[in-house]
């Protein structure tokens, strides 16, 4: 009776320590990091992981073999869902958001970017249901004089509230927050 329990308790762990392994290597390549804004009032958390670059096409059409195809629904970086928090109600784009955690998703496009808050969090990047959807709304993008090589997020002071800047190769998206 002991010996299918202690297998069985064997092959758990070997399980959970394989699964932490592939975890831990995965976000070697692509870093867990945390970007942050406490400006005009606005309180901003994102948690992401960074992919690089690595010499490939990033954002492109879809017959090019761009890493990230235009209209395709994209996670904001790599590994689980981007995480978005806000401590109090914001605007975004000129939409009203609730304050709380959302995965943050984007659609890519050559002029502009759509925004894509999620109520679903928690799941790995690739996993997007749509059907829980709180908003979706078109942001700017403009070109960097330079590339990239790690996506990064970080945030711009504005008159008026804060721009989070979604930053990789040589494009920018401006996607702007003002109190409520």
Known sequence: MKKPLLIILSLVIIALVGFVGIRLYTKSFSPETIAESH?????????????????????????????????????????????????????LAGKPVKAGQYSLY?????????????SETGQWGTEYND??????????????PSVQEQFTIYFEEQSNGVDMILSWDQIEAVVPFTSK
């Not at 984007?106 to 999620?118: A, E, R």
């Not at 829980?132 to 960097?144: H, T, Y």
């Open 39 to 91: 400006i005009n009032g606005l309180d901003i958390q994102v948690t992401y992981s960074k992919p690089s670059k690595k010499g490939r096409l990033i954002f492109g059409r879809e017959q090019d073999k761009a890493l990230l195809p235009y209209g395709k629904v994209w996670r904001t970086g790599a590994n689980e869902a981007t995480l978005i928090e806000f401590a109090k109600d914001v605007v």
């Open 106 to 118: 984007s659609v890519p496009d050559q002029g502009s970017w759509k925004i894509i808050l999620n």
């Open 131 to 144: 059907g829980r959807d709180v908003l979706r709304v078109q942001v700017p993008i403009r070109i960097r």
